[in-house]
Nanobody, 122 residues
Framework: QVQLVESGGGLVQAGGSLRLSCAAS????????MGWHRQAPGKEREFVAA????????MYADSVKGRFTISRDNAKNTVYLEMNSLKPEDTAVYYC???????????????WGQGTQVTVSS
């Protein structure tokens, strides 16, 4: 079992930046691939980014490439999402999740946090 708690969301103007954090507890954090996903109002939840357990591989959705950076600190059991050049279309609830493989597939993520709201004003 892995418990995940996101933080760092908020209201920001377009072009601004935010850093989300996800603190993990429970089972061995370093064994899991960690991912960020988001769900905008009226839309399905979508993949944003993922990072392998040893930082060797990262994956990003095309919509955030070059603007968002995922990282992790296994010593602190925490994964981060640095979001720059934010756009109004980035407005969503952001979730972190844990999986066994680096993948965009929602179904592959076994554990989910409760989400944190990010709102980007124009």
């Amino acid at each position: 079992q892995v418990q995940l708690v996101e933080s760092g969301g908020g209201l920001v103007q377009a072009g601004g930046s935010l850093r989300l954090s996800c603190a993990a507890s429970g089972s061995t954090f370093s064994r899991y691939v960690m991912g960020w996903h988001r769900q905008a109002p009226g839309k399905e939840r979508e993949f944003v980014a993922a990072i392998s357990w040893n930082h060797g591989r990262t994956m990003y959705a095309d919509s955030v490439k070059g603007r968002f950076t995922i990282s992790r600190d296994n010593a602190k059991n925490t994964v981060y999402l640095e979001m720059n050049s934010l756009k109004p279309e980035d407005t969503a609830v952001y979730y972190c999740a844990a999986a066994r493989v680096v993948t965009v597939l929602q179904s592959a993520y076994d554990y989910w946090g409760q989400g944190t709201q990010v709102t980007v004003s124009s």
